[in-house]
């Protein structure tokens, strides 16, 4: 059974930064490619950041040059490092993960999702 739990959110003011990390357990990590999206109450999920197996990144516009997608298989964790934090970019955060390559945006590619972390960040 595939299990993937998040950790790090919290609290932060405006400008600071924030790391969220992702363990994945019941799968073979190294094959697979990560996600990291977030979700305000109302609206629809946003992925931020996707890693596929040999490192490729991808980034929303939204977080490019503030967020750093990253992944250590011999731990089987990918984390999120979030720097020059905004208030819109509280939300929760949910790892996610598909067996490929592609570095997808689209939820229903995934296959696999963390229960979410809380990130709220203060003006």
């Known amino acids: 059974q595939v299990q993937l739990v998040e950790s790090g959110g919290g609290l932060v003011q405006a400008g600071g930064s924030l790391r969220l990390s992702c363990t994945a357990s019941g799968l073979i990590f190294s094959r697979y490619a990560m996600g990291w999206s977030r979700q305000v109450p109302g609206t629809e999920r946003e992925f931020v950041a996707a890693i596929n197996w040999s490192g490729a990144t991808r980034y929303a516009d939204s977080v490019k040059g503030r967020f750093t997608i990253s992944r250590d298989n011999a731990k089987n964790t990918v984390y999120l490092q979030m720097n020059s934090l905004k208030p819109e970019d509280t939300a929760v955060y949910y790892c996610?993960?598909?067996?490929?390559?592609?570095?997808?945006?689209?939820?229903?590619?995934?296959?696999?999702w963390g229960q979410g972390t809380q990130v709220t960040v203060s003006s």
């Open positions: 996610a993960g598909r067996m490929s390559s592609g570095l997808s945006f689209i939820p229903d590619n995934y296959d696999d």
